[in-house]
């Protein structure tokens, strides 16, 4: 398996343009997690889906973030507009779900974005 | 509220010596907890797991952590750092996101930097 995919891998736009991130889980996992890493903030959980389903999303900073999972083998992480304080790395990982407990969680390589 | 501290935000080791980074965790119950290493550019890769069976738990790369209740510690060992091992590293506590949901996220530490040098 070619572990999680997460594309692109560097992103610089301009304040205000619309980043779509994008990734792509394990095959056979049902966990999907963003996760956003800041110097100032350290690894934050942004949202997590199960089955497609977002079951939590209270990490997502506000309305210009949005996630979507349409199914098991793709989510994106949408912003919009963008912002310099929106600049760090994103990851995507999944794990498998299983009686009740999730497995061990697999990480992408990130997608750094840069906002100017 | 599960939570992790890690103490030390930098640890420098020669190498050939041993490597101790340390994890504090807050939790109401018994927790799941972990230890993740991340090289420059690189994701986040699990080194160890704790989920309540046996207290010492051994990892990848020769590392190795060991869960104390009555210190709510769970620190991580190496017996011989090497060079490759400099990276950054997480201690992460497993918390229930509430409800009856039964679903669980990840909660990171602040993370430690491990430097070796010759």
């Known amino acids: 398996d070619a572990g999680v995919i997460q594309s692109p891998r560097h992103e610089v736009t301009e304040m205000g343009q619309e980043v779509t991130l994008r990734c792509k889980p394990i095959?056979?996992?049902?966990?999907l997690f963003w996760y956003r890493q800041t110097m100032m903030r350290g690894l934050e959980l942004l949202i997590y889906?199960?089955?497609?389903?977002?079951?939590?999303d209270s990490g997502m900073p506000e309305d210009r973030f949005s996630a979507k999972m349409p199914n098991a083998s793709f989510s994106t992480l949408k912003i919009q507009p963008s912002e310099p304080r929106d600049s760090a790395v994103y990851f995507c990982a999944s794990s498998l779900r299983d009686r009740g407990s999730d497995t061990e969680a697999f990480f992408g390589q990130g997608t750094r974005l840069t906002v100017v | 509220a599960q939570s992790v501290t890690q103490l030390d935000s930098h640890v420098s080791v020669s190498e050939g010596t041993p490597v101790l980074l340390r994890c504090n965790y807050s939790?109401?119950?018994?927790?799941?907890l972990f230890w993740y290493v991340q090289h420059p550019n690189k994701g986040l890769q699990l080194l160890l797991k704790?989920?309540?069976?046996?207290?010492l738990v051994k990892g990848i790369n020769g590392f190795e952590a060991e869960f104390k209740k009555s210190e709510t510690s769970f620190h991580l060992t190496k017996p011989s750092a090497h060079m490759s091992d400099a990276a950054e590293y997480f201690c992460v506590v497993s918390r229930n996101l509430g409800g009856h949901t039964g679903f669980q996220k990840l909660v990171f530490g602040t993370g430690t930097r491990l430097l070796v040098s010759p």
């Open positions: 095959s056979g996992h049902n966990s």
């Open positions: 939790s109401s119950y018994s927790p799941s």
């Open positions: 704790y989920t309540s069976a046996a207290t």
């Open positions: 889906f199960n089955n497609n389903v977002p079951i939590d």
